[in-house]
């Protein structure tokens, strides 16, 4: 995810030296927070369809990630060695996550002490492995709420090609109930290895980007990758703040992407990955642009220089076929509206024109299945 890992970490590790303290607390101090610990993740059900209005609910889970637990728990930055499991008050408290009654909606608040921190999926509560999605020849959708989110930040939604096990066999990691191994496309550092990074939504209000980002062998990934921008591809009009937009953001809208197989089976090669939004009943397709395209393929990377590994085909089916691991998380810098210049500013959208001191985004309904099947 672009510039994710990097800025965030920065500004987190300034917070540690500022603000952290080694714990001097007793047992019974311990015993007494333990108590009213997790079971390492929060309640979360998706959706996993099998045609369209045939869908059943699939219990999984959520943790936060072990580097931003390090902001409060003095141990959790080695991914060896985090032992501490946040409660539910600490999840909303401390990370401002936020699950509904229903489970099926989670809201991230953006929280300065913590900005930022990744959200995962894993197979549930009590569990200990990351929740594997199988994209090829499948749609995923999801309600989306971002209207609050303004320049300088960003909404995201994606998928890495972590392992199930967080990295406990290849590592030594704690593993998933830690949020222990992550990886992305961009430069690998520390404890964090490259690996396949698929961006469905890096949004706000103001703009938005589907993203692919392939790699070909160890630590060789796309960090830039391929994609798909209505904004700096001429479609200026699309998608922001109020009816005069295609897609208005100032209002929930639903997000549909949809993974084309060369020959319509699972275990085809990626040829191309489609978008469509819906809005108040209404269904919008996503804009086309110079080169009569409006998808990301092979021929789009090539014809906009996308394509420095090859294009999505030859690589990104790879990562597919592996599973990934859905990834959430509100991040920026409340301060500068000018942070997320590489989303947001010209020519890639119109900020600094909107800011709000109290963002948030809700992802809801999330559901997978069959091309089809979703929406």
């Given at each position: 995810m672009s510039k994710?890992?990097?800025?965030?970490?920065?500004?987190?590790?300034?917070?540690?030296?500022?603000?952290?303290?080694?714990?001097?607390s007793t047992d019974a101090d311990e015993n007494s927070v333990v108590e009213d610990r997790t079971t390492g993740a929060l309640d979360f059900i998706v959706q996993?369809?099998?045609?369209?209005?045939?869908?059943q609910s699939l219990t999984t889970g959520l943790v936060v990630d072990n580097n931003w637990r390090g902001v409060y728990y003095n141990l959790c930055y080695d991914p060896k060695k985090c032992d501490k499991i946040p409660t539910v008050s600490e999840y909303q408290n401390l990370f401002g996550l936020t699950v509904s009654p229903s489970k099926t909606s989670l809201t991230l608040k953006y929280v300065s002490t913590a900005p930022g921190p990744r959200i995962y999926l894993t197979t549930g509560p009590g569990t200990d492995s990351y929740q594997m999605v199988y994209l090829l020849n499948r749609e995923i959708s999801f309600d989306v709420n971002l209207s609050t989110v303004g320049c300088g930040?960003?909404?995201?939604?994606?998928?890495?090609?972590?392992?199930?096990?967080?990295?406990?066999?290849?590592?030594?990691?704690?593993?998933?109930?830690?949020?222990?191994?992550?990886?992305?496309?961009?430069?690998?550092?520390?404890?964090?290895?490259?690996?396949?990074?698929?961006d469905i939504i890096e949004s706000n209000s103001l703009t938005t980007l589907l993203?692919?980002?392939?790699?070909?062998?160890?630590?060789?990934?796309?960090?830039?990758?391929?994609?798909?921008?209505?904004?700096p591809l001429g479609k200026t009009n699309f998608y922001?703040?109020?009816?005069?937009?295609?897609?208005?953001?100032?209002?929930?809208?639903?997000?549909?992407?949809?993974?084309?197989?060369?020959?319509?089976?699972d275990t085809g090669n990626l040829k191309e990955i489609q978008r469509i939004y819906k809005q108040n009943g209404k269904t919008i397709p996503n804009p086309t642009v110079a080169g009569n395209f409006n998808s990301i393929s092979d021929a789009f990377c090539s014809y906009t220089g996308q394509n420095s590994l090859g294009g999505i085909?030859?690589?990104m089916t790879q990562g597919l076929k592996n599973g990934m691991v859905l990834t959430m998380g509100l991040w920026g810098d409340l301060k500068n509206p000018n942070f997320m210049g590489w989303l947001d500013k010209p020519p890639y959208g119109p900020c600094p024109v909107y800011t709000n001191l109290n963002p948030s985004v809700t992802f809801s309904n999330v559901k997978y299945g069959p091309i089809g099947s979703t929406a």
């Open positions: 994710y890992f990097n800025e965030s970490l920065f500004l987190i590790t300034i917070l540690i030296l500022v603000n952290i303290v080694p714990s001097e996993t369809c099998s045609s369209l209005g045939n869908c930040l960003n909404a995201a939604f994606f998928f890495v090609g972590m392992d199930a096990d967080g990295g406990k066999a290849k590592f030594g990691y704690k593993g998933p109930v830690y949020g222990t191994g992550y990886c992305d496309a961009q430069v690998a550092q520390g404890n964090k290895p490259n690996c396949y990074e698929l993203a692919t980002h392939t790699c070909k062998g160890a630590n060789n990934c796309e960090p830039t990758g391929c994609g798909f921008m209505p904004y922001g703040r109020g009816s005069s937009y295609c897609v208005d953001t100032t209002k929930p809208f639903t997000v549909t992407t949809r993974f084309v197989t060369v020959d319509g089976k085909s030859a690589s």
